[in-house]
């Protein structure tokens, strides 16, 4: 009956896996973005673009049309006759940043760039002293415009990763010692070898993770993240077979199936919680 049960997870977790990361990888592409806060503008009405270093990125481009999706067709036309600095090029895109002082531009944004402002209250422009660019697959940004000048310094959320970080690592420790409980990982001993090993490989599988989505985006976090649990695997595989090693007594272990089992369903329950909470996975 055990076995069969064993076996059954074991179908469970590479089925689910096999289902979910297709639906994760469906909205998946090179997409980067850059995400700038305002700050010192609230109570006034005002529109933001990006002026871009190139004629063209992705669907936007100088020869672009105006659409009604974007707003204002006034306000559209007023940055397209803008007389922008040499070099750079108004490519069709902006926001309405009067409510939520945000500009995100989050599909193919120019890789360096002015930032212009527009109200349309006084017909006047405002933009930056100097270009920008990207600094991360995601950029975000803080723009201090108190001042009369727009004055822009990285904001990237470090802490809010950090967080995320330890929140993986404990909804995955927690659920690898049910599984481990159900495969007869049981006792205090085994218990602490789970908490101890999986502490190690996903504290750095995290690490990894972090450091390729902040360089490469989504595309290149779902990639190294099968690459990368597919070597966690066999790393806890090693562990758990050196401590049946240390222990014969206890043969009933099966160190590679609970290995195999334990992060198939966890790789699939990361995939599917990035989804219900993106904000911590």
């Known amino acids: 009956m055990k076995k069969k049960l064993l076996q059954c997870l074991l179908v469970l977790s590479l089925l689910v896996s096999f289902l979910v990361l297709p639906?994760?990888?469906?909205?998946?592409?090179?997409?980067p973005s850059v995400v700038?806060?305002?700050?010192?503008?609230?109570?006034?009405?005002?529109y933001a673009t990006l002026l871009g270093d190139a004629d063209g990125y992705g669907p936007w481009s100088t020869k672009r049309f105006y659409e009604e999706y974007l707003g204002s067709r006034e306000v559209w036309d007023a940055f397209k006759s803008y007389d922008a600095p040499e070099g750079f090029w108004f490519i069709g895109y902006m926001e309405d940043c009067t409510e939520d002082q945000q500009l995100a531009w989050t599909y193919y944004p120019p890789e360096s760039f002015y930032v212009l402002l527009y109200f349309p209250d006084t017909g006047t422009?405002?933009?930056?002293?100097?270009?920008?660019?990207r600094y991360a697959f995601d950029s975000y940004f803080t723009a201090d415009v108190s001042g009369g000048d727009i004055t822009l310094k990285h904001s990237y959320a470090f802490t809010g990763e950090v967080i995320s970080l330890v929140c993986r690592c404990v909804l995955t420790i927690a659920a690898e010692l049910v599984i481990g409980w159900l495969f007869l990982f049981r006792g205090k001993e085994l218990f602490r070898l789970i908490c101890v090993t999986n502490a190690v490989t996903q504290i750095l599988l995290n690490l990894a993770l972090n450091i390729t989505n902040y360089l490469f985006g989504s595309m290149g976090y779902v990639m190294f993240y099968v690459l990368l649990e597919a070597a966690v695997f066999v790393i806890e595989g090693i562990v758990y077979s050196a401590y049946l090693k240390r222990h014969p007594q206890e043969k009933q272990l099966r160190p590679w199936g609970y290995a195999l089992v334990s992060n198939?369903?966890?790789?699939?329950?990361?995939?599917?919680l990035s989804h219900v909470i993106p904000g911590i996975f």
């Open 125 to 133: 422009f405002l933009l930056s002293s100097e270009p920008c660019s």
């Open 264 to 272: 198939g369903l966890s790789f699939a329950l990361g995939l599917w």
């Open 23 to 31: 639906a994760a990888a469906a909205d998946i592409g090179p997409k």
């Open 36 to 46: 700038i806060d305002f700050e010192g503008l609230e109570g006034q009405t005002y």
